[in-house]
């Protein structure tokens, strides 16, 4: 989740602007595993109107049990140094709002094209782009975690009240509420934290809950209301029972997506792979996936790929997606929308600061 050669790069300066420091050599682990659960958001997104088997419903179900909680915690992690520095900010404005803007007025006129209904107004988000208005919100709050004493049990417990309150449409809060624990989570962490997930038999235990969570998925949780793993209504939305059934819940899912994601940082490569440089670049793939999907919907594709063969095909269309969008004459072509150019419209920042480099 970097779009730019230099978001991408470690940060260079000092936290107090002294200077320049030597770089880093930066850690493959992150973008390998960025690579990697786009591919899955992909696949999860492909199959999703022809999920008509068991067996179709249970891949996706695994899928949004942590896809984009593991997304939102190397979020997290790598909106650590966020301290709200002007240039910080502009690199905020430029990254997340403006590609957010852009994005939300492409899929709303594709969705006129297949008289689908649109948000009232353009602080409702519009499909997938709820994840940048998500992490635009996420990154300003940076600040206040620092400086609360214990941030991830308050960050759980603004989960789970967000799923007994009305929050609104705007900005999908819901979500924003809901999955805050997982950002905050990656701001936590550190990397004796990803050494710590390298030991044996921490991958071990990392197999075994892929293996259960997926043999779960098929026997049991794909007849459960998606809802769990969308993460985007409350409890009181959806007529379930606050207590015992609602709360409980939510923290049981919020338990299966962190063990899952710490499955997938665990069996993940950490040394440079042919896929490395691929998950800097996977803003492309998750900004521009969704329209060939949609036009792929409104003309019928689903209508002929159906049952388990179809379920064979889209998974092998969604991979093939992502290399197409990976490719270098599409991210040339659409650059324009996810790295748009907006620094005319911003001041010139006066202070020096390090650049996130994107979760995406």
């Not at 991408?8 to 107090?16: A, E, K, Q, Y």
């Not at 419903?57 to 593991?70: C, E, K, N, R, S």
């Not at 008289?115 to 499909?127: A, H, I, S, V």
């Not at 049981?252 to 440089?277: D, K, Q």
């Amino acid at each position: 989740m970097a779009p730019t050669s230099t978001a991408s790069r470690r940060d260079r300066s000092r936290p107090d602007g002294g200077g320049a420091a030597a770089p880093k050599r930066r850690d493959a682990l992150l973008d390998n595993a960025k690579f990697l659960l786009i591919v899955l958001v992909v696949v999860g997104h492909v199959i999703s109107p022809a999920t008509d088997t068991r067996l179709a419903d249970a891949v996706y179900f695994w899928i949004y049990l942590f896809h984009m909680p593991a997304f939102v915690l190397i979020s997290g992690y790598l909106s650590k140094s966020f301290d709200g520095g002007a240039r910080r900010v502009d690199r905020l404005l430029t990254t997340v709002a403006a590609p957010y803007l852009i994005f939300w007025g492409i899929y709303a006129l594709q969705s006129l094209t297949a008289d689908r209904g649109l948000p009232d107004t353009p602080l409702e988000p519009l499909w997938l782009t709820w994840f940048l208005a998500a992490l635009f919100v996420w990154r300003l709050t940076v600040p206040i975690w620092r400086r609360i004493r214990h941030p991830l049990p308050v960050a759980v417990l603004v989960s789970l009240a967000a799923g007994v309150v009305e929050t609104g449409e705007a900005f999908g809060m819901s979500r924003i509420l809901s999955l805050l624990p997982f950002f905050v989570l990656g701001l936590l962490l550190e990397p004796h934290h990803f050494d710590f997930l390298r030991q044996r038999w921490v991958r071990t235990w990392s197999v075994g809950v892929v293996l259960i969570t997926a043999a779960m998925s098929y026997v049991y949780l794909e007849q459960l209301s998606l809802e769990w793993v969308y993460w985007r209504e409350s409890l009181l939305d959806r007529d379930v029972d606050v207590l015992p059934i609602g709360i409980s819940g939510r923290l049981v899912f919020m338990v299966l997506a962190a063990s899952l994601t710490a499955a997938l940082l665990s069996l993940t490569p950490r040394r440079t792979t042919w896929f490395t440089g691929l998950g800097t670049l996977t803003m492309y793939v998750f900004l521009l996936h969704g329209l060939p999907i949609r036009i792929a919907e409104q003309f019928g594709w689903y209508e002929f790929t159906e049952g388990h063969w179809g379920l064979a095909l889209n998974t092998a269309v969604a991979v093939a997606l992502v290399f197409l969008l990976l490719s270098p004459w599409v991210r040339r072509a659409a650059k324009w929308a996810v790295e748009p150019s907006v620094e005319w419209m911003l001041r010139r920042a006066p202070d020096r600061g390090d650049r996130e480099r994107n979760p995406v």
